[in-house]
């Protein structure tokens, strides 16, 4: 198997622990010092809905990984699908300068790192010669 194909894989696995673990945070579970700056145990509202709203995007990058190395099928051309990888790239690479600076030291801790190791699978991915 290909160096961008375990990326993804392990990108794909990273990002779908992250949306389960948004999912939690925006049923109540006290883990909400992890996340959103650390400032609560259970998230308010407003935050489990952000929460909730932002598992999607997460998941999407997780299709969209997988689909830049033909590990799952592409409904659409794979111009649209590498573009989306590079946005996704993007986003988890100013997602980790993010979490670095969290007043959170276990967000630092924990979401940093997944932050990090994404934006280097996407990376490694947005630059395969897979189609």
Known sequence: MSTAKLASILAAFVL?????????????LPFGRAAWGGIHRV?????????ALSALPLGLGAWI????????AIPWQS???RAATWVA????????IANLASR???????????????SVCL?????????
């Open 16 to 28: 779908s622990l992250i949306a389960v673990f948004q999912i939690l945070l925006a049923l109540a």
């Open 43 to 51: 998230l308010p509202p407003r935050l489990r809905l952000a929460s």
């Open 65 to 72: 990984v997988l689909a830049r190395t033909g590990m799952v």
């Open 79 to 81: 111009s649209t699908v």
């Open 89 to 96: 790239f993007a986003f988890l690479a100013l997602n980790t």
């Open 104 to 118: 959170s030291r276990i967000e630092r801790a924990l979401m940093t790192p997944a932050a990090f190791v994404c």
């Open 123 to 131: 990376l490694v991915a947005a630059l395969s010669d897979y189609p």
